[in-house]
């Protein structure tokens, strides 16, 4: 699975911005961040406040500030106002009309499912909790205790 | 959900000191006990508000199964607030099952809709992973269908992640 380059910007904008949703944050601070153009930034922007997800101020001190519900706006809303990830059928696929192209795309709308699911599933308060995981130091394994089978 | 595995005879049981005690009150407002008898009316009344099919027989199974008098690798505990029944959660540790060390498995939480997003669901949990760490246990699992957005995000706001296992399936008819 590999997102397109401005889904993965709608991304990392609304994290950034409901990471801390009291604070406006610029463009340029995020097109830094990540290393993107500002010019195609803004154009994912302008997308994410026609959604209502972030809105935007203008002049000095101006920027992003994240607009939606934490705990309710999942990864799949954001991905799908930039692109369809929906399960398709083989001949969407590209897949030849073929028995062999007819079980691959069953395959592949498997794969499909699974992703939608898991994006569905997460919401960008939960991928919030992600994030500072992250921060965190790693913690060293524990062992699962030694049992005899039953 | 609820969601239920079979039986399996001959089972071990935890040492006494894994047996879950009542919880202490939560902070807000949630309190999570084992769950008793009397409860099943309000049990079997959450579930067939939620599922839209009541179940009578099933639950006082489920009970016999899973309840006060259950091995002591089995729980289920019900969350109260204000005194009324509002959810409940069900589980229990299974050894060496689809060649998995020891783990437990949330069989079922539900949580009455009205009272939702109120921290019971998260008490229940808590409550069942408390019960599951004290058998010797390091890990928690749960099946659910993929379509289920409600629950799944639930148990993913709870730091739940995919676990290494796929789900297989084969219409046998």
């Given at each position: 699975m590999k997102l397109q380059k401005s889904t993965c910007l709608a991304l990392y904008s609304v994290l950034e911005a409901a990471s801390n949703p009291d604070r406006q944050i610029a463009a340029a601070e995020i097109a830094e961040k990540y290393g993107v153009s500002p010019h195609h930034l803004a154009k994912?922007?302008?997308?994410?406040?026609?959604?209502?997800?972030?809105?935007?101020?203008?002049?000095v001190g101006g920027g992003y500030r994240f607009s939606g519900n934490a705990k309710r706006l999942t990864l799949m809303d954001v991905i799908e106002i930039f692109e369809d990830i929906s399960a398709r059928s083989p001949e969407e696929e590209g897949e030849p009309a073929t028995?062999?192209?007819?079980?691959?795309?069953?395959?592949?709308?498997?794969?499909?499912?699974?992703?939608?699911?898991?994006?569905?599933?997460?919401?960008?308060d939960t991928m919030l909790k992600l994030v500072d995981q992250a921060r965190r130091p790693a913690r060293p394994a524990t062992s699962q205790p030694e049992r005899a089978p039953a | 959900m609820p969601i239920f595995n079979s039986d399996r005879p001959g089972r071990r049981e935890a040492?006494?000191?894994?047996?879950?005690?009542?919880?202490?009150?939560?902070?807000?407002?949630?309190?999570?006990?084992?769950?008793q008898v009397e409860d099943l009316d309000r049990i079997i009344a959450i579930d067939?508000?939620?599922?839209?099919?009541?179940?009578?027989?099933?639950?006082?199974?489920?009970?016999?199964?899973?309840g006060a008098r259950s091995p002591r690798q089995r729980f289920f505990f019900v969350a109260e607030v204000g005194g009324e029944i509002e959810g409940y959660v069900i589980g229990e540790v299974r050894d060496w099952e689809f060649g998995s060390p020891p783990?437990?498995?949330?069989?079922?939480?539900?949580?009455?809709?009205?009272?939702?997003?109120?921290?019971?669901?998260t008490a229940l949990l808590k409550t069942i992973c408390d019960a599951f760490r004290r058998t010797g246990v390091s890990k928690v699992r749960t099946l659910l269908a993929r379509d289920n957005q409600l629950v799944l995000s639930f148990f993913r706001s709870q730091g739940m992640?995919?676990?290494p296992f796929?789900?297989?399936e084969l219409d046998l008819a």
């Amino acid at each position: 699975m590999k997102l397109q380059k401005s889904t993965c910007l709608a991304l990392y904008s609304v994290l950034e911005a409901a990471s801390n949703p009291d604070r406006q944050i610029a463009a340029a601070e995020i097109a830094e961040k990540y290393g993107v153009s500002p010019h195609h930034l803004a154009k994912v922007l302008r997308e994410l406040g026609r959604a209502g997800i972030v809105e935007s101020a203008r002049g000095v001190g101006g920027g992003y500030r994240f607009s939606g519900n934490a705990k309710r706006l999942t990864l799949m809303d954001v991905i799908e106002i930039f692109e369809d990830i929906s399960a398709r059928s083989p001949e969407e696929e590209g897949e030849p009309a073929t028995d062999v192209g007819s079980a691959l795309g069953r395959v592949l709308s498997e794969i499909d499912e699974i992703a939608r699911a898991t994006f569905s599933s997460i919401t960008i308060d939960t991928m919030l909790k992600l994030v500072d995981q992250a921060r965190r130091p790693a913690r060293p394994a524990t062992s699962q205790p030694e049992r005899a089978p039953a | 959900m609820p969601i239920f595995n079979s039986d399996r005879p001959g089972r071990r049981e935890a040492p006494e000191s894994s047996r879950p005690t009542p919880a202490a009150p939560e902070p807000d407002g949630v309190h999570v006990r084992l769950v008793q008898v009397e409860d099943l009316d309000r049990i079997i009344a959450i579930d067939t508000h939620v599922t839209g099919v009541e179940k009578t027989d099933y639950w006082y199974e489920v009970f016999h199964r899973y309840g006060a008098r259950s091995p002591r690798q089995r729980f289920f505990f019900v969350a109260e607030v204000g005194g009324e029944i509002e959810g409940y959660v069900i589980g229990e540790v299974r050894d060496w099952e689809f060649g998995s060390p020891p783990c437990g498995w949330v069989f079922g939480i539900t949580v009455r809709p009205e009272t939702r997003l109120g921290g019971v669901g998260t008490a229940l949990l808590k409550t069942i992973c408390d019960a599951f760490r004290r058998t010797g246990v390091s890990k928690v699992r749960t099946l659910l269908a993929r379509d289920n957005q409600l629950v799944l995000s639930f148990f993913r706001s709870q730091g739940m992640m995919a676990a290494p296992f796929i789900p297989l399936e084969l219409d046998l008819a």
